[in-house]
């Protein structure tokens, strides 16, 4: 039964489907394994498991009566904490939050609902969905299923550490610096961010009616490629307001092998150097493809300087993060940004400026960004996809010291903490979608994840792009311990 528990979500919606499971079963199967193996990976945090229940059972008598419910029909899901869910807390592991419980569905949990699915629960996040690790003091800490003394990512932390081990059958998480893409990476699952804007980011959010935030997304994330393209269709397309008015329509992928394809490698940088491991890895991705027959380059790049661009992304992530800031916050990032030399382009001097962003600041620093974005399209115009590192390492141990301590080690070279930041933001900055990808094991026994990039709009692609990659280098492989 341990590994019914790792099939695919759309295997898994099959087999309930021709009734070699019941959704009951397989609702159960998942609670048991929560209950059995979660205590040390704490990645479900909020259970739902006797409406979960309920769910199943009804889910079993439309099968019975001849009607299916989605092409998710009776499947059993969580969903990241920060998500709106009837009657759950939505605290994004804030002690301010803790009693922030909404009586109905946000817009993502009504849409998997409508698509067959129903829901075991929700998973952890970091502070203020603001780490690379997942902890908070409502909820505590969780831990990588394939070493907890390591993070699973952030902040879809539980999201990627729950489908790991086996205790759900599809998740949806949220990104504005890797928060999707960076666990799927350290767990080895799949995940995918989408272009900005294709999916309401409306029922993602602590109070409702807040307008969305510049940069920031929710998708998908999985235990297949198939999963991620499913799911996004259903997450995808206008909320209630704007589908009066439009629709969307994604193209679907324009290729069927990938000995066609053009993909631009870029495997490290100077600007954030990873790992020779994960750097390896990518090379070995491109060496695959260059086998199949694809046109592969080492060399091709964005039209753009790294450092402004990295700046750029640094000044709009920080307006979105501290455009909370209380009256007394201001005056102190007031007095901080006083203090700088203006010639100081250091992440601390952004920030401090970015702080306090006035919006004519504001938009001349989106039209910086709109250059670079041009840019990204001429080298899209060339290049089908480019491949890059997400992170600088695989999964590092738990650190919870504050963020100014911080640093993480790189073939035992120490960099700065956010540095890693650098191979997240520049594809959100530009608004691209990106998938994540499994390609195996470190040496030291843990998950490395490629992203594959590519022009916006392009969501199918970089999707079918993974899905053609698993045939080639397999894809998801579930860690020892949970069976």
Known sequence: MSSLAYLSALELAARIRSREISSVELTQLYIDRIEKYD???????????????????????????????????GLPMTIKESYVMANTPS????????????????LAVKRFRAA????????????????????????????????????????SGGSAAALAAGFTGLEAGSDIGG?????????????????????????????????????????????????????????????????????????????????N??????????????????????????????????????SARPGFDLSRAQ??????????????????DVVKAEAVAKSLDPEDMSSAAVNARASVLP??????????????????????????ILLCPQMATPAFPHDHRPFGERTIQVDNEEQPYFQQLFWAGMI???????????????????????????????DHRTIEFARLMAREIGGFTAPKNYD
């Open 428 to 458: 959100v900055n530009a608004y691209l979608p990106s998938t994540v990808f499994p390609t195996g094991l470190s040496k030291d026994g843990l998950p490395i994840g490629v992203q594959a990039v590519s022009a916006p709009y392009r």
């Open 91 to 106: 605290t994004w592991g804030m002690e301010d939050f803790r009693d922030n419980v909404s009586d109905e569905d946000g």
């Open 179 to 259: 928060s999707i893409r960076n666990p799927a990476h350290f767990c080895g699952v799949y995940g995918h961010k989408p272009t900005y804007g294709i999916i309401p980011m409306q029922g993602h959010e602590l109070v409702a009616g807040i307008p969305e935030a510049d940069l920031a997304v929710c998708g998908p994330l999985a235990r297949s490629a198939e999963d991620l393209k499913v799911a996004l269709d259903i997450m995808a397309g206008p909320a209630e307001r704007a589908a009066l008015g439009w629709q969307l329509s994604l193209p679907a992928a324009d290729f069927t092998d990938l000995k």
């Open 39 to 73: 205590g040390d990976v704490n990645a479900v945090i909020v259970r739902t498991f006797e409406n979960a229940l309920e769910a199943a059972e009804r889910a079993d008598r439309a099968l019975a009566e001849g009607r299916e419910l989605g092409p998710l029909h």
């Open 116 to 155: 067959g699915a129903h829901f075991l629960g929700k998973t952890n996040v970091p502070t203020d969905l603001a780490d690379f690790q997942s902890y908070n003091p409502i909820y505590g800490t969780t831990g990588n299923p394939w070493d907890t003394s390591r993070t699973p990512g952030g902040s």
């Open 261 to 298: 394809m053009r993909v631009a490698i870029w495997a490290t940088d100077e600007t954030a150097p990873v790992a020779a491991e994960v750097a390896d890895r990518v090379v070995m991705v491109g060496e695959t493809l260059s086998r199949l027959g694809a046109k592969v380059s080492d």
């Open 359 to 384: 919006h004519r600041d504001w938009m001349r620093a989106n039209t910086q960004r709109e250059k670079l974005r041009a840019a990204w399209d001429a080298f899209f115009d060339d290049w089908d």
């Open 311 to 328: 700046n750029n992304y640094q000044t709009l992530l920080t307006a979105v993060m501290t455009g909370a800031l209380s009256d007394e």
